[in-house]
C-alpha cells in the first residue's frame, strides 16, 4: 500500500513547500511510493465535509503529516490540532514550526502593540486592526511543539531538499530520520587561525577572501570580526559539504535554530563571545540573534522596570 | 508578597573557595536561611549563562554564584571568565522577564564562613522582597 502524505501550511511563506519541490528528479521515484492526500498549495481540497458539519475542520488520514509555519491564530491553531488527529506521524517542516522562525520576531511586543504599529502607521491612512471574518489572534507565535506534539523536527529556512528527500526516504523505509547533532561551525571548511578581531563588524561589509580559492583558504567569518552565527546554530544546511551561506561567503544567519532543540542561541553567542574578551555590549541589536528561534517564549516583551529608586 | 513564600535560592559554589567556606560555615555552626540549594560546581567559570536561566525558568527565585577571589582562582582566570559572564547576565535576565536582582555574584575565600552567611542572608532578604518568581508556579517545561 501506498504511503499517504498530508501537507499543511500555517503561518509560514510557502519556502519549505518550494523547498519540497526542489528535490527535483529524486522526487519522481518518491511520488510512485508516496499518495498525496492533502496538499492546498497544489491541489485543492475543502476542509469542510459538505455534508457534514460546517465548523469541523476534517483532513484525510495519513502516515505522514509535514506542517510548515507556526502557530499565530486560531484558525492555524485548529488546522495543526486536526493535522495531528488525522496523521500518525507528525513533520515540524522549517524553522517556523520547530523553532517560531521569522514570524515569531513579532513576540518581541505584545501583541496589540504590534497589530496598532502594523495598522497604523504614519504614511498609510487610520484604520482599525481588522476583526471581521479574520481568525482572532493568539497572544503570540507559537512553534508546533508548543500546542501539539511533534513527532520529527526539520529544521531550516527552508530546509535543504536533499534533507526533506532523505527523511522521507528513511520513513518510506520505515527507518526513524536522525537528529542532527552537529553545528555549522562542525560542517564548515574555513580556516582557523586563533588570531580573531576583537571589534564586531557589520553584516554590511565584506570578508576577506580570494574568489578563485576555495572556501577551505577563507579565514573563519567569526575571527574576521563577523557575528557569524555557526557555533550555536544546527548544522545541514547545503549538501555539498560546506553551509549555504559560508559557500556564498557570508556569514551564517542561524536560520537552522540551536543546535539541541532547547538551547537559546542568543544566550550561547553571547556566552562565547564574553568569554573570548568581546565587549558584549557593542552588539546593538542583540536581540536580533533570536531572529529564528524566537518561539518558547526566548523572545518577550520587555517588562517595565519596577526598580525600587 | 505572599506571607506563605518560602523562597528557593539556588548557589554554584565553586569546589575551592565558594563550597569550602560553605562547608567551613556548616562546621562553625553558623546560622543562615534554609532557603539555599547549593551545588558543587569544578570552578565558577564554567557555569553557562544558560543553566542561570535554566534554574529560573524552573521555579528558583534567585541564583548566586560564588567563585574565588581575584588571583585566587584553582584554574588561574576561571573567576574572571565567571565575571565577565556575570555582567552578561546582569544584562539579559531583564530580557527573559526576570529582575536582574534575581542573580548575584559573589568572591570569596574558603576562609571567609561569616561572610557566607551575610552574603546569603543578603540575598534571601533581596529575593523575599522581590517576591516569588512569576514561573514558580507554572510548568514550564524545558524551555529557556
Known amino acids: ?309 | 508578597m505572599r506571607p506563605e513564600h518560602k523562597p528557593k535560592i539556588i548557589a554554584f559554589c565553586c569546589n575551592w573557595c565558594g563550597y569550602a567556606a560553605a562547608d567551613l560555615a556548616g562546621i562553625q555552626r553558623i546560622q543562615y536561611p534554609d532557603s539555599l540549594r547549593i551545588i558543587r560546581v569544578m570552578c565558577s567559570g564554567m557555569v553557562h549563562p544558560e543553566m542561570v536561566l535554566h534554574a529560573l525558568n524552573k521555579g528558583a527565585d534567585g541564583v548566586m554564584i560564588i567563585g574565588c577571589q581575584l588571583g585566587e582562582c584553582h584554574y588561574i582566570d576561571g573567576n574572571e571568565k565567571a565575571m565577565a559572564r556575570a555582567e552578561l547576565i546582569d544584562e539579559l535576565l531583564e530580557d527573559f522577564g526576570f529582575e536582574n536582582d534575581r542573580f548575584l555574584i559573589t568572591r570569596l575565600s574558603s576562609s571567609e564562613s561569616e561572610q557566607f552567611a551575610r552574603t546569603v542572608g543578603t540575598m534571601h532578604k533581596r529575593v523575599l522582597e522581590l517576591g516569588p518568581n512569576p514561573n514558580s508556579n507554572q510548568d514550564n517545561g524545558d524551555t529557556p
Open chain 1, 1 to 309: 500500500m501506498n504511503i499517504r502524505l498530508a501537507a499543511e501550511s500555517l503561518h509560514s511563506c510557502s519556502g519549505c513547500e518550494i523547498s519540497l519541490l526542489n528535490i527535483g528528479e529524486a522526487l519522481i521515484p518518491l511520488l510512485n511510493r508516496l499518495q498525496l492526500v492533502h496538499l492546498p498549495l497544489l491541489m485543492d481540497h475543502k476542509y469542510s465535509d459538505p455534508a457534514g458539519s460546517e465548523t469541523e475542520i476534517s483532513i484525510p488520514k495519513a502516515e505522514i503529516g509535514l506542517v510548515s509555519g507556526g502557530v499565530a491564530n486560531t484558525h492555524q491553531l485548529q488546522v495543526l490540532e486536526a493535522m495531528r488527529k488525522s496523521c500518525t506521524t507528525l513533520v515540524a517542516l522549517g524553522t517556523c514550526g520547530t523553532h517560531g522562525g521569522i514570524p515569531a520576531m513579532i513576540n518581541e511586543w505584545p501583541m496589540a502593540d504590534a497589530l496598532q504599529t502594523v495598522f497604523s502607521t504614519v504614511t498609510t491612512e487610520p484604520v482599525d486592526v481588522p476583526n471581521q471574518d479574520t481568525p482572532p489572534m493568539l497572544d503570540r507565535v507559537y512553534s508546533l511543539d508548543e500546542k501539539t506534539d511533534v513527532d520529527i523536527f526539520l529544521p531550516g529556512c527552508p530546509p535543504d531538499p536533499t534533507i526533506i528527500a532523505r527523511v522521507l526516504e528513511d520513513f518510506l523505509d520505515g527507518l526513524t530520520p536522525e537528529p542532527v547533532t552537529k553545528s555549522v561551525c562542525d560542517t564548515c571548511p574555513t580556516r582557523r587561525t586563533g588570531k580573531s578581531e576583537r571589534k564586531l563588524l557589520r553584516f554590511t561589509a565584506n570578508a576577506r577572501f580570494d574568489s578563485n580559492e576555495s572556501t577551505a583558504s577563507m579565514q573563519c567569518l567569526l575571527e574576521q570580526g563577523f557575528l557569524c552565527m555557526g557555533p550555536v546554530t544546527a548544522g545541514g544546511c547545503g549538501h555539498q559539504g560546506e553551509p549555504a551561506c559560508i559557500r556564498a561567503r557570508v556569514p551564517c544567519r542561524g536560520c537552522y535554530g540551536p543546535v539541541r532543540h532547547q538551547d537559546n542561541q542568543m544566550l550561547g553567542m553571547l556566552n562565547g563571545l564574553v568569554s573570548q574578551g568581546i565587549d558584549f555590549k557593542t552588539i546593538i541589536d542583540r536581540k536580533s540573534m533570536l531572529r529564528f528561534s524566537g518561539a518558547h517564549g526566548r523572545l518577550r516583551p520587555l517588562k517595565e522596570k519596577k526598580r525600587a529608586s
